[in-house]
């Protein structure tokens, strides 16, 4: 499993990626949008905190596939090594998955709702396809199932694509496409910090502290007894 974190708020970034095995952070428009500053300070202040080289997903935000290609090329200079650029499964989104994929680029296909349209990214040359299991499964779908589709299909038609598996709500959510073989998941800060919350954990964690305070002392760890 790749974990990345799907937020354009460096600090939140910061906090998370020194606690966790974070490969990268993906962004979107609406979450760009949302820091209220300009653009390139944004992806600049993501870059300082997670590291040159570290994956960093930014969508292009033109409709016509020239525009994208143009984005991409002008935004690899602002990302730096690691970007992936993040492109919609339009037909004009195809069109540049093809024309970046043959420059090199490691694009993401975005906006990804079925099997059939993360099949034709791959085969355009995505590296990554991006399925959003929540918005699927808030209207009556079954997002990890498309996952398990994608997965199916990448796999019989000997395609190197990646799910990159995106728009979560729930734990469950996240459970089910590792269990249908997403290789990655992006997450919100709240929901990758809901995948280690357990009431047990905690109740078993204040009951040895409890005992050991008992018998050692309160604040006492195992250095000032060895
Ligand atoms: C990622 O590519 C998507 O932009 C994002 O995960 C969507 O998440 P949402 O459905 O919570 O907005």
Request: hydrophobic share 50%; net charge neutral; glycine share 8%.
């Amino acid at each position: 499993m790749i974990y990345f974190l799907d937020t354009a708020d460096a600090a939140a970034i910061a906090r998370l990626c020194d606690l966790y095995p974070i490969a990268g952070v993906t962004t979107n428009p609406t979450l760009v949008a949302r820091e209220k500053r300009p653009f390139p300070d944004v992806i600049r202040d993501i870059r300082a905190v997670i590291g040159d080289g570290a994956m960093l997903h930014v969508q292009v935000t033109g409709r016509d596939a020239e525009t994208m290609v143009t984005e991409a090329k002008k935004l690899a200079d602002l990302v730096g090594a690691g970007f992936h650029p993040k492109v919609p499964v339009t037909a004009e989104g195809i069109k540049a998955i093809r024309r970046l994929a043959g420059l090199g680029f490691r694009v993401t296909a975005t906006a990804v709702v079925a099997p059939q349209q993360a099949l034709m990214a791959a085969v355009a040359g995505a590296a990554f396809v991006a399925p959003y299991v929540n918005r699927l499964d808030m209207i009556g779908g079954d997002g990890a199932r498309v996952v398990a589709d994608i997965v199916h299909l990448c796999r019989v038609h000997d395609l190197g694509t990646k799910v990159l598996a995106a728009s979560f709500k729930t734990v469950q959510q996240v459970h089910a496409v590792a269990m249908a073989g997403g290789q990655s998941v992006t997450l919100p800060p709240d929901m990758l910090e809901a995948l280690l919350r357990h009431p047990l954990t905690d109740s078993g964690l204040a009951g040895f502290a409890a005992d050991w305070a008992a018998a050692y002392g309160e604040g006492v760890t195992t250095l000032d007894l060895i």
